[in-house]
């Protein structure tokens, strides 16, 4: 039986009913044999890029029985996958730009018809995410924010929808999250402003800094951000 976290929990309460998972960066591959337990798949790739975090999925995978139904594999991103072979990936706890790396090398498995799901959980910079959708063909179709400790998680849930324009106040706060009015909305929006508050007061001690580029644009991201605060009654 595994313990896992709030975060873990809730990203394999993301996983739809389907045929095949692949989670990239699996480490210890809990999320895939939770997904396979609860039986959400029927079989699961679990794939890392270290040797280490590969024995150890391996150690998991053998001591729940698993071996039959999930591949472990040694591999960077998705090519520890074919085309065609996965039906939902999950790529969780790193930086969004690692991310796009890791998306934009596989363009054949994002292109393949039987993959319909992507979630993704990034670490930082999640508007990375946000703007790759606008140019990959895929979409949001859900985000959600997830308490564990005294941290907040980003999650992204992607399907394919070439159309898909992002479309909110600012790229730092998933609009769905604005529109659904998320719990935790008000305490992630007060993390962020906390942030900006922190970076315009260090730059403010400099004139060369107060007159950059990048104080005007960080002012107008603190406006935005304190506009959803405020718009959407945050508690």
């Known amino acids: 039986m595994i313990t896992a976290g709030p975060r873990l929990d809730f990203l394999v309460s993301l996983v739809p009913s389907c045929g095949t998972l692949c989670d990239v960066g699996t480490d210890h591959a809990y999320l895939p044999v939770m997904a396979i337990s609860q039986g959400r798949v029927k079989k699961a790739i679990a794939g890392d890029i270290g040797e280490g975090p590969c024995e150890a999925a391996w150690k998991t995978v053998h001591s729940h029985h698993l071996e039959d139904v999930i591949s472990v594999r ?89 159309s898909f324009h992002y479309e909110g106040l600012t790229d730092l706060v998933g609009d769905d999250l604005v529109r659904r009015h998320h719990p935790l909305l008000g305490m992630f929006v007060r993390r962020l402003i906390a942030k900006y508050d922190r970076l315009l007061s260090s730059m403010e001690k400099s004139s060369k800094a107060r007159q950059s580029e990048h104080y005007q644009t960080s002012v107008e991201t603190k406006k935005r951000l304190e506009e959803i605060l405020h718009g959407n009654d945050c508690q």
């Open 74 to 162: 040694l591999g960077s991103g998705l090519t520890v996958t074919r085309p065609g072979e996965a039906n939902t990936v999950v790529i969780a706890g790193m930086g969004a730009g690692t991310m796009v790396e890791i998306l934009d090398a596989a363009p054949e498995v994002l292109a393949s018809p039987t993959l319909t799901t992507l979630i993704l959980q990034p670490m930082n910079d999640s508007e990375k995410l946000r703007h790759w959708c606008e140019r990959s063909g895929w979409g949001i179709l859900r985000e959600e924010l997830v308490q564990e400790g005294n941290r907040i998680y980003e999650v992204l849930l992607l399907h394919k929808d070439p």
